[in-house]
């Protein structure tokens, strides 16, 4: 037995729907994992309450306003939580030489700079923020080995995947033939395709397996989660985008596969619980007791797989489409979408009109030479991208 002062974690985005549940598996390891810091973007009572709980040095909300409201509250309380305010805060919280492990949960775009400042201060990454990685492509992974992070997967898919390849990560390209990312198929899995335009920002927001954060459902719903998620694989594993499959599996038992080179398939399988991949990307190479509960394979005996239906999901494909096309392309997709889905869930743009924001986008921004070298040149991308899909939600709008 070896005695090991207790990790400091830094939560990034701690009252989101992946923030909490890290809460919940660091509050069953108290002698493991002590909180370092917390932010979030809203929600002050709630950060208050986790800043009561979890007793962190620092807790930083981006806007003044709401930060000097936790501030009062703090000290009305009698805590001696420290309170940042300021974009630039999270990623000095970050890259603090006194934290251990980072955990990217901002939700977006918003979370590739404090992501990188973990990454080159040499942190153990902790990612469920899959927006950052598909934005950062190339740069994010370089930024991961120069600074010698330790990059471990939260994304469910990507987490079954690590799960079912060896430690060494030099032999991983030898015996990788192909992934199969498994979808639940979202809530419209079934629904006729004609009736997509109907679909209300609720609707889109009623996962059958998961409960989530708002934009991560609706990518859910339209099935461009996945396109992120093969992009998210790509850069995780160094593989071409043919090497990543996608499979419909509504009961999210089965959370991906690695098929290898002598085609034996891994699978790793478990109750759809997002305290599985948060306790080992805290815990690896050892396994903790997470909270989820035990799989009954009986109960739930049959295990379905489909092909995903192109024309319900016609966004999926955007992500070899962008992987296949000029450096800095999946960061359009992502920066289109994510300005699609605001509008959607603002009722400004119609569920189905999503997908063809993200592919009229990624035609037409073009990465010029540079963009992908630095983050300042990755954001001006992003901006770039956003103002495009704005201009075409306009005038989406104006059809109406
Ligand atoms: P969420 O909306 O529930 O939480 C997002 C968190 O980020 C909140 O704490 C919010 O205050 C903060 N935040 C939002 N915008 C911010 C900004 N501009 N600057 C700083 N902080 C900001 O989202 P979630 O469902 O927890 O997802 C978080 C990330 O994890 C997403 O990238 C998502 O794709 C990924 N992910 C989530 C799940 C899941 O089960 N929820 C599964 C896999 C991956
Ligand atoms: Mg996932």
């Given at each position: 037995?070896?005695?090991?002062r207790?990790?400091?974690?830094?939560?990034?985005?701690?009252?989101?729907?992946?923030?909490?549940?890290?809460?919940d598996?660091?509050?069953?390891h108290?002698?493991?994992?002590?909180?370092?810091a917390?932010?979030?973007?809203?929600?002050?009572?709630?950060?208050?309450?986790q800043?009561?709980?979890?007793?962190?040095?620092?807790a930083?909300?981006?806007?003044?306003?709401?930060?000097?409201?936790?501030?009062?509250?703090?000290?009305?309380?009698?805590?001696?939580?420290?309170?940042?305010?300021g974009?630039?805060?999270?990623?000095?919280?970050?890259?603090h030489?006194?934290?251990?492990?980072v955990?990217?949960?901002?939700?977006?775009?918003?979370?590739?700079?404090?992501a990188?400042?973990?990454a080159r201060?040499?942190?153990?990454?902790?990612?469920?923020?899959?927006?950052?990685?598909?934005?950062g492509?190339?740069l994010?992974?370089?930024?991961?080995e120069?600074g010698?992070?330790?990059?471990?997967?939260?994304?469910?898919e990507?987490s079954?995947?690590?799960?079912?390849?060896?430690?060494?990560r030099?032999?991983?390209?030898?015996?990788?033939?192909?992934?199969?990312l498994?979808?639940?198929?979202?809530?419209?899995?079934?629904?006729?395709p004609?009736?997509?335009?109907?679909?209300?920002?609720e609707?889109?927001?009623?996962?059958?397996?998961?409960?989530?954060?708002?934009?991560i459902?609706?990518?859910?719903?339209?099935m461009?989660?996945?396109?992120?998620?093969?992009?998210?694989?790509?850069?995780?594993?160094?593989?071409?985008?043919?090497?990543?499959?996608?499979?419909i599996?509504?009961?999210?038992?089965?959370?991906?596969?690695?098929?290898?080179?002598?085609?034996?398939?891994?699978?790793?399988?478990?109750?759809?619980?997002?305290?599985?991949p948060?306790?080992?990307?805290?815990?690896?190479?050892?396994?903790?007791e997470?909270?989820?509960?035990?799989?009954?394979?009986?109960?739930a005996?049959?295990?379905?797989?489909?092909e995903?239906?192109?024309?319900?999901?016609?966004?999926?494909?955007l992500?070899?489409?962008?992987?296949?096309?000029?450096?800095g392309?999946?960061?359009?997709?992502?920066?289109?979408?994510?300005?699609?889905?605001?509008?959607?869930?603002?009722?400004?743009l119609?569920?189905?009109?999503?997908?063809?924001?993200?592919?009229?986008a990624?035609?037409?921004?073009?990465?010029?030479?540079?963009d992908?070298?630095?983050?300042?040149?990755?954001?001006?991308?992003?901006?770039?991208?956003?103002?495009?899909?704005?201009?075409?939600?306009?005038?989406?709008?104006?059809?109406v």
């Open positions: 037995l070896t005695l090991h207790p990790q400091q974690v830094c939560v990034l985005g701690s009252t989101g729907s992946i923030g909490t549940n890290t809460l598996v660091i509050a069953r108290p002698d493991r994992y002590r909180v370092f917390l932010s979030a973007m809203s929600r002050v009572d709630e950060l208050l309450a800043c009561l709980a979890h007793a962190p040095r620092f930083v909300l981006p806007d003044a306003g709401l930060a000097a409201q936790l501030r009062a509250g703090l000290r009305e309380a009698g805590s001696r939580t420290e309170v940042l305010d974009m630039a805060a999270l990623s000095e919280i970050a890259a030489p006194e934290v251990d492990a955990m990217a949960a901002i939700v977006g775009a918003a979370g590739l700079s404090p990188i400042a973990a201060a040499g942190k153990r990454l902790l990612l469920a923020n899959k927006e950052a990685i598909v934005l492509g190339a994010f992974m370089r930024a991961v120069e010698g992070a330790t990059l471990l997967p939260v994304d469910s990507h079954a995947i690590f799960q079912c390849l060896p430690e060494d030099s032999t991983w390209h030898q015996r990788i033939d192909h992934l199969v498994t979808a639940s198929g979202g809530p419209f899995r079934q629904r006729d004609s009736t997509l335009a109907d679909v209300t920002p609707q889109a927001c009623a996962h059958p397996n998961w409960v989530m954060g708002r934009k459902s609706v990518d859910s719903a339209t461009m989660n996945k396109a992120l998620e093969v992009i998210e694989a790509r850069w995780l594993f160094n593989l071409r985008p043919e090497q990543i499959k996608v499979l599996h509504p009961q999210s038992i089965v959370h991906s596969m690695v098929v290898c080179r002598d085609h034996s398939v891994l699978a790793q399988l478990g109750t759809p619980d997002m305290r599985v948060i306790a080992y990307a805290l815990s690896f190479p050892e396994r903790i997470s909270g989820a509960g035990m799989l009954d394979l009986l109960a005996p049959n295990l379905a797989f489909e995903a239906d192109k024309r319900r999901f016609p966004g999926l494909h992500s070899w489409q962008a992987l296949r096309a000029a450096e392309s999946t960061a359009v997709l992502n920066a289109a979408n994510e300005e699609a889905v605001a509008a959607f869930l603002d009722h400004r119609r569920f189905d009109q999503i997908c063809q924001v993200n592919r009229e990624l035609e037409s921004v073009a990465p010029q030479s540079g992908v070298d630095s983050v300042a040149g990755l954001l001006a991308l992003d901006a770039r991208a956003r103002r495009h899909a704005q201009a075409l939600i306009a005038a989406f709008a104006a059809t």
